[in-house]
Every structure is written in C-alpha cells, then in structure tokens.
C-alpha cells in the first residue's frame, strides 16, 4: 500500500498536501489507511490529517449505501458487467465474514484495517445484503472510528515511539 501511495503523492506534487490525503482517503482501496499513511509522510499534523481523511472515507458511503444496487443494475447491460461481477464476489466474500456477527461483524471489517477490507466494501455488503440503513450507518462510522485509532497509531504513534529511541 506504502508504494502506492507514493506514486499518488509523487503523481500530485505541487497540490496541497491536505487535499492529496482527501482524495487519497476518497479512493476505494486506500481510504481512511492510506490518507492517513500519506498524511503521515507528507508531514501533516495528525490533528489537521485525522478529520481530512474522515470525510474523505466517509463522503461516498450514503451513496453506496442507497444507490449501489441500482447503479449495478443498470452497468449489468453494459460492458461493465464484469466489473460488477467482480465487485458483487468480493462483497459476497466480505458478507461471509461480515454476516456470521451483523452488525459487530460489519463494524469489525470497516474497522480492523485488512486487505480488502474498510468502509467501500463494508457498504457494499451491507446494501447488497440489505442491512438497515441505520445500523450500516452506526456499524460503519464506529468501524471507521476504530480504524482511524489503530492507523493514527501506526502512522503517527510508532514513528514517534521509534524516534525516541534514535
């Protein structure tokens, strides 16, 4: 993930380092773990980065949540249908995980940062496998809260603790 993130913020030099976190944290895959790693590596302060990459992970979650379905099914007809195909395994996968425990099991997947893992997929299997809209919302912004405490911490909190002791 660190390489990829390096090529984001290598690609985007010259724009604000806040807004390469935003779009970072914006971006399936990365999300709230990459802005914050790239926050991090462009030195900025982890109180300035933490809300950045929040709305950043969070901005696309009510739109997945309530037009996700509709959106696949449209992109079905087209030349996307293998796209969408991918994209409904990977959160039939994720929903094995996810249903044994509802909506704990969907806070655990948004929350414990994994490959594969985090807030685009976890809306996805919720409203695939049409969780109510109140408990997704509940179980993935605390999944979000506790990825940001365990990424903050490896992000800023190890590096501090490392340069302690050099």
């Not at 990459?34 to 709305?55: F, N, Q, R, T």
């Not at 009510?62 to 992109?75: D, G, S, T």
Request: glycine letters at 10%; proline letters at 5%; charged letters at 15%.
């Amino acid at each position: 993930m660190e390489g990829i993130i390096q090529s984001i913020v290598s690609a985007l030099s010259g724009v604000p380092a806040e807004l390469v976190v935003f779009l970072i944290s914006l971006c399936p895959i990365l999300e709230l773990r990459g802005g914050l790693i790239a926050a991090s590596i462009l030195g900025v302060d982890m109180w300035k980065a933490i809300p950045i990459c929040v709305i950043g992970n969070i901005l696309p979650i009510p739109f997945i949540l309530l037009f996700i379905e509709k959106i696949f099914e449209l992109l079905k007809n087209t030349r996307f249908v293998k796209m969408i195909n991918k994209l409904e395994e990977k959160a039939e996968k994720g929903a094995k995980k996810i249903m044994k425990h509802k909506k704990f099991g969907l806070f655990l997947f948004v929350g414990i940062p994994l490959p594969g893992t985090g807030a685009w997929t976890g809306s996805l299997v919720a409203a695939l496998f049409h969780f109510k809209l109140k408990d997704a919302c509940l179980a993935i912004l605390g999944g979000l809260v506790l990825a940001t405490i365990i990424m903050a911490f490896i992000s800023y909190g190890i590096p501090a603790i490392i340069s302690l002791f050099m």
